[in-house]
């Protein structure tokens, strides 16, 4: 009997320090107040399993003024066996955002393990599996018709790391550009396929950690893959350089992405837009290519008001990232704009200020 009474009380011990769940409600469909239809960020719910937290995240984006986001949805989260998909943390977080007047870019990467070969990593695709990648493209495409607008087609191919540990593949790419395409075209046509935003890099051919990005791009191009897009993804981070540093082939600051317009134009996809769905500045005070965090607000404010003056040719520009759910423990943790406990950091506050055109408060704080 005592053993009975024993396991009864643990039992109501444990249900007592399990804290209840908060009931969430998506509520009216609320609408970004801003001056500045350009601002955007690059959200990271992927790993948050709290509903209450995806929500506030994705309130306190609208609230900040921001009408995009660019969300990460794994191709292994959604597709764990082949052909049963699971959609249920996705449509948590494109209900959520749009219910928060937001719109959404999904970029789609990282293979299940039954897509891949033994031993490689999620980010690598093989030839073959193209197809079955195309495949859950577009069953996402259809599967959220209406709601998800812009679909980005891998991360960063210029980069070995992100080509499975290979060697960069302008070819390879543009193969699974042109299926993925024609595949999401046939079934969800209004959806726009936007080209993965590369890496911003100054790597030479033959490098065996990437290739320059200008040089993937042309590439691309004179693989004919310039009929298999409708926007190009771009990456633009500024590190040390201020927002309005001048572009060059032999610098990476936020305006390279100007050289990746002219190749644009260049192969005659000067109509197209282009889409910034990583970049920004870092404030962490021990981190090499970081700025000082009154830097940061400038430049960030600065980068959002070029695209709103000055480039008719960007559509959003969103930057990295505005919350994990977790801390990071690195540097990474500062190119953030609200903690894992959804407390504002500064650059939060006055980018609030900035699109709702109130005055900023860092301009007085600096010297």
């Known amino acids: ?32 107040v801003t ?33 995009w986001i660019v969300e990460y949805f794994p191709w292994a989260y959604a597709e764990p066996r ?56 577009t069953a996402f495409a259809e599967h959220f018709e209406g709601k998800v607008s812009h679909i980005i087609i891998w991360n960063e191919p210029n980069l070995a790391f992100e080509w499975g540990y290979r060697p960069p593949d302008p070819a390879g790419y543009a193969e699974l550009l042109c299926q993925s395409y024609r595949a999401v075209k046939e079934a969800a046509p209004a959806t726009q396929v936007l080209a993965a935003g590369l890496a911003p890099t100054l790597a030479p051919p033959g490098d065996e950690f ?22 190009l993804a771009m990456h633009a981070y500024g590190y040390t350089f201020a927002a309005d540093d001048p572009p060059s082939p032999d610098r990476v600051n936020f305006r390279r992405v100007e050289l990746l317009r002219e190749v644009m134009v260049a192969n005659g996809d000067g109509e197209k837009p282009a889409y910034i769905t990583e970049g920004g500045w870092n404030d962490h005070p021990r981190w090499t290519r970081s700025v000082s965090s009154l830097q940061r607000i400038r430049y960030t404010v600065d980068a959002y008001e070029r695209a709103r003056l000055s480039w008719d040719w ?50 007085v704080q600096e010297p």
Not at 10 to 24: D, T
Not at 342 to 357: K, M, S, V
Request: proline residues 7%; charged residues 25%.
């Open 1 to 32: 009997m005592w053993v009975g009474r024993i396991l009864a009380l643990a039992g109501l011990a444990l249900h007592l320090s399990v804290p209840p769940q908060r009931l969430v409600l998506l509520g009216p469909t609320q609408r970004v």
């Open 35 to 67: 001056m500045n239809s350009k601002i955007g960020v690059h959200t990271r719910l992927t790993d948050e399993v709290e509903e209450w937290k995806i929500q506030r995240t994705l309130e306190m984006v609208r609230e900040m003024g921001a009408p």
């Open 82 to 137: 082949e052909g049963h998909y699971d959609w249920a943390h996705a449509d948590m977080v494109v209900e959520h955002a749009l219910a928060q007047g937001l719109t959404v870019i999904a970029r789609i990467d990282y293979v299940p393990e039954w897509a891949r070969p033994e031993g490689t990593t999620p980010r690598y695709i093989a030839e073959d599996d193209y197809p079955r990648y195309a495949r859950y493209v």
């Open 210 to 231: 990437g290739l320059d990005d200008r040089l993937y791009l042309q590439a691309l191009y004179d693989e004919g893959s310039g009929a298999c897009f409708d926007g």
């Open 314 to 363: 960007c559509e959003a520009v969103c930057l990295w990232a505005f919350r994990f759910p977790v801390a990071q423990r690195t540097y990474q943790d500062r190119f953030t704009f609200v903690t894992p406990d959804l407390i504002p950091r500064p650059i939060y506050t006055e980018l609030a200020r900035y699109a709702h055109g109130e005055p900023l408060e860092y301009l």
